[in-house]
T-cell receptor
Framework: KQEVTQIPAALSVPEGENLVLNCSFTDSAIYNLQWFRQDPGKGLTSLLLIQSSQREQTSGRLNASLDKSSGRSTLYIAASQPGDSATYLCAVPPGDNFNKFYFGSGTKLNVKP | GAGVSQSPRYKVAKRGQDVALRCDPISGHVSLFWYQQALGQGPEFLTYFQNEAQLDKSGLPSDRFFAERPEGSVSTLKIQRTQQEDSAVYLC?????????????FGEGSRLTVL
C-alpha cells in the first residue's frame, strides 16, 4: 500500500515569506503526483499535476518538484500571501493501480498579514 | 456542468438510518471517484467508476456501503444502517481520462453526521 507523509503538519509564516511543503511516498513506481489546496469546509482544488516523466511543474507563484527515485515531492510557494492560508495535500497513485489515489494528511498553512 | 456538484451538502442521520449521497460530475468526464475524509485527515479512497462500470470498490469499508453510476454520469453513494463511525465528509471527484494522466476535480463534499 502506498504511504504518503506530509511534513510539517502545520506551518505559520509572516506574509511575503517563501516556503516549502514536503510530501514523501513509499512506492516510487508512480504515474503522477498531484498537489491540492483545501479551504475549511470546502472540497479540494487542484494546484499542480506532475507526470512521472517530469521533474517540476510551475503555476504562478507555485512550483512543484518531483524526485521519484527518492519518493519525494516539494511544493514551493513564493512571496506568500494571507490568501494562501489553507491546507495543502499531495496525492499519489501507486504503480499498480493508477486510479486509486493515496493522500497525505496535509500541511495546514497560516500566512499572517 | 461547470464543476462537480454534490448533494446534500450536510446530512444528519440517526444511527441505523439509510442515507444516499449524490454526485454530479463534470459533463463528459469518464472517471468518477468517491473518497471519505475524516476530520483532520486526508481523503481515503472508497471506489472508482469508469463510465458505468465500477472497476474498484476495494476502499468501501463494509457491505453497508454501496455505490452506483447506472448511466455513466450521476453517481449515488448509499450507506445502509449508518453507524457513528460513518460520520465524515464524503468527497466525489471526476476526471476526463482517469488517474493515468487525468487531473482530479473535486466537489465540495457531503458532510454526514450520524447521531
Amino acid at each position: 500500500k502506498q504511504e504518503v507523509t506530509q511534513i510539517p503538519a502545520a506551518l505559520s509564516v509572516p506574509e511575503g515569506e517563501n516556503l516549502v511543503l514536503n510530501c514523501s511516498f513509499t512506492d516510487s513506481a508512480i504515474y503522477n503526483l498531484q498537489w491540492f489546496r483545501q479551504d475549511p469546509g470546502k472540497g479540494l482544488t487542484s494546484l499542480l499535476l506532475i507526470q512521472s516523466s517530469q521533474r517540476e511543474q510551475t503555476s504562478g507563484r507555485l512550483n512543484a518538484s518531483l524526485d521519484k527515485s527518492s519518493g519525494r515531492s516539494t511544493l514551493y510557494i513564493a512571496a506568500s500571501q494571507p490568501g494562501d492560508s489553507a491546507t495543502y495535500l499531495c496525492a499519489v497513485p501507486p504503480g499498480d493501480n493508477f486510479n486509486k489515489f493515496y493522500f497525505g494528511s496535509g500541511t495546514k498553512l497560516n500566512v499572517k498579514p | 456542468g461547470a464543476g462537480v456538484s454534490q448533494s446534500p451538502r450536510y446530512k444528519v442521520a440517526k444511527r441505523g438510518q439509510d442515507v444516499a449521497l449524490r454526485c454530479d460530475p463534470i459533463s463528459g468526464h469518464v472517471s468518477l471517484f468517491w473518497y471519505q475524509q475524516a476530520l483532520g485527515q486526508g481523503p481515503e479512497f472508497l471506489t472508482y467508476f469508469q463510465n458505468e462500470a465500477q472497476l474498484d470498490k476495494s476502499g468501501l469499508p463494509s457491505d453497508r456501503f454501496f455505490a452506483e453510476r447506472p448511466e455513466g454520469s450521476v453517481s449515488t453513494l448509499k450507506i445502509q444502517r449508518t453507524q457513528q463511525e460513518d460520520s465524515a465528509v464524503y468527497l466525489c471527484a471526476s476526471s476526463l481520462a482517469g488517474g493515468f494522466t487525468g487531473e482530479l476535480f473535486f466537489g465540495e463534499g457531503s458532510r454526514l453526521t450520524v447521531l
